[in-house]
């Protein structure tokens, strides 16, 4: 048998291949620690931060409410007849005692027309006016000049204009809200703005949207239609506080249980802080807990989605 033997100066080929193996990842370390240390940084999101400010806070809802006026006149034909003249228009404002229409009766209609009464004295024969008995708008019109009405049929009807209110729609849900004086802001279609008071709840509800109904008392100093439909703004709660915060920087879970923001600690770097929300508008919310100083920073833009700790750069 023959035995073959190496000395220090001679390579094997399976000692060779496991050098250059070991020289292979010498090199790799040496790259991933340089890149480590000096090649592609961490990435960041861009954020915006903002502060807390003190001072009032405001809680509202908004609601539909509809036009209505309470009380109502109604002026009807006193004889079986036909309208002649009207000396109005719908909107208008009547007074006391100012003429509406001008009617004939039918018999003397009929005289006209056979051209029986051929002599002026006897035009008037069979011709009245018709007055406005209360003051008012008028809201409605029925009958205009040519028609032929019977006997107690509705001409028009009168609005007394101080009786004008809206009626609010309230959900069920949020009805302990809605509170007896409470003042409310009404919007207009186009744009005008209007005081009201809650004044009382009606005695039933609204069978089509399943909703309380309120009355809202306002004045009114232009004609305003009946069935306007109207958003009206009801501050149920105020607060002062010292940590108002722009509602952009609050952030929470899916079932809404769970608060929190994202406070910076330092110029590039934010941690979640778990926090206790108040009363909210749709800008701002109060915070309730904890206290934070008047120059933390709390990201208000690109919070959404970061772990609990998270490297940031902030947008300048």
Known sequence: MKI????????????????????????????????????????????????????ELTEEINLQAQSAYLVKSTVNAPVNCYIQKTFFNKGDRVKEGQVLFEIITKEARAAELSDILRDSTMKSIGRMEISCGIPGILTQVNKYPGDYVNEGAELCQISDNNSLVFIL??????????????????????GRMMKGTIDRELDKMNPDGQTRQYVIKTSANSFIPEELLASVRIITKTVTSNQILPLSGLLADEMMHEFWVMKMINDSMAVKIPVKPGIRTNDEVEIKEPFFSSSDRILITGNYGLPDTAYVQIEK
């Open 4 to 55: 073959i033997t190496t000395t220090g100066d001679t390579f094997s080929p399976v000692t060779a291949c496991i050098s250059i193996l070991l020289i292979f990842f010498l090199f790799a370390g040496c790259n991933s620690i340089k890149n480590t240390d000096t090649g592609n940084p961490v990435p960041k999101a861009i954020v915006k931060a903002g502060t807390l400010r003190t001072g």
């Open 169 to 190: 729609q309230v959900p069920f849900e949020i009805n302990e809200n809605i509170k007896r004086g409470n003042t409310c802001g009404i919007r207009l279609p186009d």
